[in-house]
């Protein structure tokens, strides 16, 4: 069977709905920035790690410029939508045009396979309601012996990194998890220590290359340069599927998926300079810059609390009560005046909330600071939706008091259970 940590990580890669996603918020404000695969092979050559040869394009004349010239018309190409997202060979365009993937045979079908990708929104498994491309990637197609899969991962069970591979790649990990567990081989890493030789060499050989042979050296090699490069970028995953053989004997990286600790942006400000905004939620990119930690739902119900368990509970009982939470915003516990109304103004302009509810349990994070948030955002932006707020704790009472004198309209609430009542029924 499959070990617990072997497990917990192929869960952490499977998955990216938003349950998953709520329960990292639990956490704390933690993003791990998530770029691109043109940018993730561009990292990989620079810390000496092989991929095949490929060129970023933003328009179709760059990209037949690309095959024609830069490329030098070869027999055939691969040209790749650049979204972040899984599953881009099987999605669907908004236009009708199949496929973020596809192989093409000259430079007039770079320009026209582009034109149908670049401006247009990719619906996926993953991303079903379309993800943005504005760029495409055409990559060198190689002739491949053997697809394996590698990743290295932050693992919580074990408090450290971890490898993961399978002789299994170039398929969906998640079911070579589920059919064929034992092709699912795990390598605990010891932080202080680093990865060592017998470590590589055994993963070498459990991806079916044979010890001794030059291309099982050269799998440890990329091994060995891959964890080089995981903890100089401070990366928190670094997935390859697959993990190529050629019939010439050398492993190359062919597809990769790299995401990193928003926490070290200050040692690796190049990298985050590469984020692309286009590719995610406009809410939770503008909550990011205010430090506020924001994922959007799909309810209709506003939340805004401080502390992620005050949160899910939060969201819990609208539930119960038969309303739908739209967001996962926590204020945190140092929240300014200026946060809580940018987090005001986020909620307000979210056309799918009906309804706001506020839950303040004052603590670190003061209640007259919340409310001086409100009413700056009543008088500010004007706030279009229904409000209700359930304040307990340090400077209740003044905090009250400063709504009632402000004028403003507000359903004030006795309880979670009262607000939760009165949110839904106003929604």
Do not use: W
């Amino acid at each position: 069977m499959l070990s617990n940590v072997a497990t917990s990580l192929l869960r952490t890669t499977a998955r990216r709905s938003t349950p998953a996603v709520v329960a990292s918020a639990l956490l704390g404000p933690v993003r791990n920035l998530n770029v691109h695969e043109h940018v993730s092979m561009e990292l990989m050559n620079e810390h000496g790690i092989a991929t095949p040869q490929g060129y970023v394009a933003f328009t179709p004349e760059e990209s037949e410029d690309i095959y024609a010239n830069k490329m030098n018309n070869p027999t055939d190409l691969v040209i790749k939508a650049q979204v972040l997202s899984g599953g881009r060979g099987l999605g669907t365009f908004k236009n009708g045009f199949y496929g973020g993937v596809h192989v093409i045979s000259s430079a007039a079908e770079a320009k026209e396979y582009a034109a149908q990708m670049l401006g247009q929104e990719l619906l996926t498994k993953q991303n079903p309601k379309g993800i943005l491309c504005n760029r495409v990637y055409l990559m060198e197609k190689m002739n491949i012996k053997n697809e394996m899969y590698l990743s290295l991962l932050m693992d919580r069970a074990t408090g450290g990194p971890v490898m993961v591979g399978s002789p299994r790649g170039g398929t969906s990990i998640e079911d070579v998890a589920k059919t064929n567990p034992e092709l699912i081989f795990t390598e605990n890493i010891d932080v202080m220590e680093g990865l060592t030789t017998e470590a590589t060499e055994r993963m070498a050989s459990n991806l079916g290359l044979e010890a001794g042979s030059d291309t099982h050296k050269k799998a440890v090699d990329v091994m060995t340069n891959l964890y080089g490069m995981f903890i100089k970028c401070d990366c928190t995953q670094l997935e390859i599927n697959p993990l190529a053989e050629s019939p010439d004997g050398d492993i190359m990286v062919c597809d990769a998926k790299v995401n990193f600790d928003d926490n070290a942006q200050f040692r690796n400000k190049e990298i985050h300079e590469k984020r692309d905004t286009t590719q995610e939620d406009i809410r939770e990119v503008e909550a990011s810059k205010y430090d506020l930690n924001y994922i959007g739902l799909d309810g209709n119900i506003g939340c805004m609390v401080n502390g992620a368990g005050l949160a899910m509970s939060t969201m819990d009982i609208i539930s119960i009560k038969g309303g739908s939470p739209a967001n996962f915003l926590d204020v945190g516990g140092g929240a300014t005046e200026e946060q809580v109304t940018k987090a005001f103004e986020i909620l307000n302009a979210d056309d799918k909330v009906k309804a706001i509810l506020v839950n303040i349990f004052g603590g670190i994070m003061k209640c007259d600071v919340i409310a001086g948030g409100i009413i700056a955002a009543a008088n500010n932006i004007g706030l279009e939706k229904p409000l209700v707020v359930r304040l307990e704790g340090t400077n209740v009472d003044a905090a009250q008091k400063l709504i009632k004198d402000s004028g403003i309209e507000v359903t004030l609430a006795d309880n979670l259970e009262d607000a939760a009542e009165k949110a839904v029924a106003l929604a």
